[in-house]
């Protein structure tokens, strides 16, 4: 899980290490107004098992490591 937010200029980088490393990656946008979002688009081509979550504003780090935990164990 790769929560981001404003993170345009590393987030490839971060998800392409990552995705060596696991068997699918999630990464969530947390509200980000700059090109994160477009970025991590991009990486979903180069990797199919990424998975995007997006939110329209920014509600900080907890709240998307709360959000991917309920998602996957309840």
């Given at each position: 899980?790769?929560?981001a937010?404003?993170?345009e200029k590393t987030v490839?980088?971060?998800v392409s290490?990552?995705?060596q490393h696991v068997d699918s990656v999630?990464?969530?946008d947390d509200g980000s107004?700059?090109?994160t979002l477009e970025e991590i688009k991009?990486?979903?081509r180069e990797h199919p098992s990424l998975e995007i979550i997006t939110w329209p504003t920014n509600r900080g780090k907890g709240c998307a490591i709360r959000r991917v935990f309920n998602?996957?164990?309840l």
């Open positions: 899980m790769v929560p937010y404003n993170e490839a980088s971060v290490q990552t995705a999630i990464v969530i107004t700059d090109g991009k990486m979903s998602v996957l164990w």
